[in-house]
């Protein structure tokens, strides 16, 4: 069983930055690819970014690549996401996902994760 819980939401404008932060429990942490996915207001829940156990592979949405990233400290239990240049489009609940099984080919697919955090808003001005 694995927890996890979502930080770093708020209000930002346009072109500014946020940071995420997803803290799992759980002794087995770097058994889990982690994943972030968001859902805006009347959108189905869209993937955002992803990382490998090792924390060797990631993979991103084509609307967030060159502005997001993800990262993980296996020691911490943490998994991050910067978010830089941010638009209105980005705004949304974002999500923390774990998966045990998960593997790179499986990123992007929702049902292929085992946990969920409760979410974070994250919402950018025009």
């Known amino acids: 069983q694995v927890h996890l819980e979502e930080s770093g939401g708020g209000l930002v404008q346009a072109g500014g930055s946020l940071r995420l932060s997803c803290a799992a429990s759980?002794?087995?942490?770097?058994?889990?690819?982690m994943g972030w996915f968001r859902q805006a207001p009347g959108k189905e829940r869209e993937f955002v970014a992803a990382i490998s156990r090792s924390g060797g592979r990631t993979d991103y949405a084509d609307s967030v690549k060159g502005r997001f990233t993800i990262s993980r400290d296996n020691a911490k239990n943490m998994v991050y996401l910067q978010m830089n240049s941010l638009k209105p489009e980005d705004t949304a609940v974002y999500f923390c996902?774990?998966?045990?099984?998960?593997?790179?080919?499986?990123?992007?697919?929702?049902?292929?994760?085992?946990?969920w955090g409760q979410g974070t808003q994250v919402t950018v001005s025009s």
């Open positions: 759980g002794r087995t942490f770097s058994s889990y690819a």
């Open positions: 996902t774990a998966g045990r099984t998960i593997g790179p080919g499986g990123f992007s697919l929702s049902n292929e994760y085992d946990y």
